[in-house]
């Protein structure tokens, strides 16, 4: 491709700076508490809903190196007896949940193996914790399963296994083609691990292949993210997804900030990131494929779906597994102990492993799922108005009018559309629908 980037926009106050302003959830993280943790029990002893989805999501927390942007709950200094513990305690905890009544006779719509790195794990390991899994709950309906997997940890046998195992979409976190950059942002794999790991998994024939793109990384340029879409461009995944740097408060990169008292991160602005990631969608148009949400293209929409995103968005109830993992029963958000020590005590003990929950109420469970789709890039009010009895045309005027005005979005009463402008920064567009207590919380 030899399409030039669109000029800059005038130099504007959007430096990065330190915080969480990606949007995965509501209520924010923050306002989970211990305090609510017993309304989980109280789910877990009615009977199972009968059309309500669940999916089931297992955190592998291990990793061959912390990337220096990274925020999620990793360790790198695991030996293999720590980690076959922890294997069987995520197993042990599966059982438990399993057996309550709220569960009982379900079968998941969609798996999700996530990181850390879950291709850290050895053959026979994740052969056994899948078993475990299929045993405890059939995956007769399971609609996909995703594997998040580091390049350089993937090797023919395994590849051959995880497809054994019944991955329907394999993720890779790629993030950038450049081994310079690669290694400067503290990531552990290398441009000829990606090419090998991604032509193999090709030819093995994943049914879904995502790769991972971070617009905005340490010592990124411009001509450097041209190329990276050119060869991301070469490779044809099925999906691409992408993210804008963020500098959260637990990241190696936040820390060496504090240590020399800057306020602004050594990573690309907003506007810049913005522009970029508005490049990548235009050339990957170009080439046929579609955009899907404020972070991926894929080539069909009709064909390449992402079924634990849409159940996650949706409202769908998902079984958290693992040291830190998050998760959705019955209207109450749980997030399990972050510590591995204590959360491997707790599930060898046969007790919960939870740190924190969050009893949702209608008008939360409303606004949680209104947001979330509108990351998608659309909204029907009817679908609102059915499942919530709420006109969300009048409940969010103010908000959706200021949209409007900024050129972000477009109103009829089929259809909220989000326009390409609103999907770039749309992060930092959800923050005024949520209720005033809970705007404007970055922390995790």
Same mark, same amino acid.
């Given at each position: 491709?030899?399409?030039?980037?669109?000029?800059?926009?005038?130099?504007?106050?959007?430096? %990065?700076?330190?915080?969480?302003?990606?949007?995965?959830?509501?209520?924010?993280?923050?306002?989970?508490?211990?305090?609510? &943790?017993?309304?989980?029990?109280? @789910?877990?002893?009615?009977?199972?809903?009968?059309?309500?989805? +669940?999916?089931?999501?297992?955190?592998?927390?291990?990793?061959?190196?912390?990337?220096?942007?990274?925020?999620? /709950?990793?360790?790198?200094?695991?030996?293999?007896?720590?980690?076959?513990?922890?294997? /069987?305690?995520?197993?042990?905890?599966?059982?438990?949940?399993?057996?309550?009544?709220?569960?009982q006779g379900r079968k998941p719509k969609f798996v999700y193996f996530g990181g850390g790195t879950p291709s850290y794990? #050895?053959? $026979?390991?994740?052969?056994?914790? %899948?078993?475990?899994?299929?045993?405890?709950?059939?995956?007769?309906?399971?609609?996909? @399963?995703?594997?998040?997997?580091?390049?350089?940890?993937?090797?023919?046998?395994? $590849?051959?296994?995880?497809?054994?195992?019944?991955?329907?979409?394999?993720?890779?976190? &790629?993030?950038?083609?450049?081994?310079?950059?690669?290694?400067?942002?503290?990531?552990?794999?290398?441009?000829?691990?990606?090419?090998?790991?991604?032509?193999?998994?090709?030819?093995?024939?994943?049914?879904?292949?995502?790769?991972?793109? &971070?617009?905005?990384?340490?010592?990124?340029?411009?001509?450097?993210?041209k190329r990276c879409v050119e060869k991301a461009l070469e490779l044809q995944p099925d999906c691409l997804t992408i993210?804008?740097?963020? +500098?959260?408060?637990?990241?190696?990169?936040?820390?060496?900030?504090?240590?020399?008292?800057?306020?602004?991160?050594? @990573?690309?602005?907003?506007?810049?990131?913005?522009?970029?990631?508005?490049? *990548?969608?235009?050339?990957?148009?170009?080439?046929?494929?579609? +955009?899907?949400?404020?972070?991926?293209?894929?080539?069909?929409?009709?064909? %390449?779906?992402?079924?634990? /995103?849409?159940?996650?968005?949706?409202?769908?109830?998902?079984?958290? $597994?693992?040291?830190? #993992?998050? =998760?959705?029963?019955?209207?109450?958000?749980?997030?399990?102990?972050?510590?591995?020590?204590?959360?491997?005590?707790?599930?060898?003990?046969?007790?919960?492993?939870?740190?924190? *929950?969050?009893?949702?109420?209608?008008?939360?469970?409303?606004?949680?799922?209104? &947001?979330?789709?509108?990351?998608? =890039?659309?909204?029907?009010?009817?679908?609102?108005?059915?499942?919530? =009895?709420?006109?969300?045309?009048?409940?969010?005027?103010?908000?959706?009018? #200021?949209? @409007? #005005?900024?050129?972000?979005?477009?109103?009829?009463?089929?259809?909220?559309?989000?326009?390409?402008?609103?999907?770039?920064?749309?992060?930092?567009?959800?923050?005024?629908?949520?209720?005033?207590?809970? /705007?404007?919380?970055?922390?995790?």
């Amino acid at each position: 491709m030899t399409t030039d980037l669109p000029a800059a926009p005038p130099p504007a106050d959007d430096a %990065t700076e330190a915080g969480n302003y990606f949007v995965s959830n509501y209520p924010p993280f923050s306002f989970w508490q211990p305090e609510q &943790i017993p309304a989980i029990a109280q @789910v877990l002893d009615q009977p199972a809903p009968a059309d309500l989805p +669940v999916g089931v999501y297992f955190h592998i927390p291990f990793c061959r190196k912390r990337c220096h942007f990274c925020y999620f /709950r990793v360790y790198t200094d695991k030996g293999p007896d720590e980690i076959r513990r922890y294997v /069987r305690a995520g197993m042990k905890e599966f059982g438990l949940y399993a057996k309550r009544n709220y569960l009982q006779g379900r079968k998941p719509k969609f798996v999700y193996f996530g990181g850390g790195t879950p291709s850290y794990l #050895s053959v $026979l390991q994740l052969e056994e914790l %899948t078993q475990h899994l299929k045993d405890g709950m059939s995956w007769d309906e399971v609609e996909e @399963v995703t594997f998040e997997a580091e390049p350089g940890t993937l090797t023919e046998k395994k $590849l051959d296994a995880i497809r054994a195992m019944g991955v329907t979409r394999l993720s890779l976190g &790629i993030e950038n083609f450049d081994d310079h950059i690669l290694d400067i942002n503290g990531r552990a794999h290398r441009s000829a691990e990606v090419f090998r790991a991604y032509g193999y998994a090709r030819n093995i024939g994943f049914p879904q292949i995502n790769i991972d793109l &971070i617009a905005g990384m340490i010592e990124e340029t411009e001509d450097n993210w041209k190329r990276c879409v050119e060869k991301a461009l070469e490779l044809q995944p099925d999906c691409l997804t992408i993210y804008q740097m963020e +500098v959260p408060y637990n990241t190696g990169i936040y820390k060496t900030m504090q240590a020399e008292g800057k306020l602004v991160a050594p @990573v690309a602005n907003w506007p810049t990131k913005r522009r970029w990631v508005d490049y *990548a969608f235009s050339q990957f148009e170009a080439a046929g494929y579609e +955009v899907s949400s404020a972070y991926t293209i894929v080539k069909k929409k009709e064909t %390449t779906k992402f079924v634990y /995103r849409d159940g996650l968005f949706g409202g769908a109830d998902l079984l958290p $597994l693992g040291v830190a #993992s998050f =998760g959705h029963l019955g209207g109450i958000h749980i997030q399990n102990n972050a510590d591995i020590a204590a959360y491997c005590d707790a599930i060898e003990k046969g007790e919960h492993a939870v740190f924190r *929950a969050y009893a949702t109420d209608p008008e939360e469970r409303l606004i949680r799922e209104f &947001i979330l789709q509108l990351k998608l =890039g659309s909204a029907s009010p009817a679908h609102y108005q059915k499942k919530f =009895g709420v006109n969300v045309l009048e409940k969010f005027a103010p908000q959706l009018a #200021s949209m @409007v #005005s900024e050129g972000f979005a477009s109103i009829s009463p089929e259809v909220i559309t989000i326009h390409r402008a609103g999907l770039l920064q749309i992060d930092r567009l959800l923050h005024p629908f949520f209720l005033p207590h809970h /705007r404007f919380a970055r922390y995790t």
